[in-house]
C-alpha cells in the first residue's frame, strides 16, 4: 500500500496519531469526557512539530506546566472513573439499569445490589480520605 498508493497509506498512519485522537474524541466528547482530550492535547503540544499537518507553523495553543498537571490529574482522575463503571456494570450483569433507569420490578434488586457493590468497594480502599470521598460522590444512588 505504501507504494502503489502513498496517499491511503499515510491516511492510514495517521489513524495511529495523537492528532486522529482528538478529531475522535471531539466527535464523542459527551462519552469519554474533556479530560481525555486535553489529555491527547498536551500529547499534541509535545509531537507538534513532527505533525506533516503543522508546517512550521507554532503550536496554537498555550498550556502551563500548572495546566499539564491539573490535566494529567483530571484525565487519571477520568480513566478511575470510567473503570469504576465498568466493573460496577460488569459485576451488575442483568441488573445493570440500562441507559440510567431501572425497571420497576427490579428497582429494589438494583438498589441493593448497588450499596453491596457500594460498601465492598469503600472496604477495599485503604485511606480514611478516599473512603470519604467514595462515601460522598458515589455515582450510583
Not at 469504576?84 to 445493570?96: A, F, I, P, Q
Request: overall charge negative; glycine content about 6%.
Amino acid at each position: 500500500m505504501h507504494a502503489k498508493n502513498p496517499d491511503l497509506y499515510q491516511l492510514v498512519e495517521f489513524r495511529k496519531t495523537t492528532a486522529y485522537g482528538l478529531i475522535f474524541l471531539a466527535y464523542r466528547m459527551f462519552e469519554y469526557g474533556e479530560a481525555h482530550f486535553q489529555s491527547l492535547m498536551v500529547d499534541l503540544k509535545d509531537t507538534w512539530t513532527d505533525a506533516p499537518a503543522s508546517n512550521g507553523v507554532p503550536f496554537p495553543f498555550t498550556v502551563s506546566e500548572a495546566d499539564i498537571g491539573r490535566i494529567k490529574v483530571d484525565c487519571a482522575g477520568a480513566v478511575a472513573g470510567t473503570e469504576l463503571v465498568s466493573e460496577v456494570k460488569e459485576r451488575m450483569g442483568e441488573l445493570w439499569p440500562d441507559k440510567g433507569f431501572a425497571e420497576h420490578e427490579r428497582y429494589h434488586d438494583c438498589k441493593a445490589a448497588l450499596q453491596q457493590i457500594k460498601s465492598e468497594t469503600i472496604e477495599q480502599l485503604d485511606e480514611t480520605e478516599e473512603k470519604a470521598e467514595y462515601e460522598q460522590c458515589w455515582p450510583f444512588e
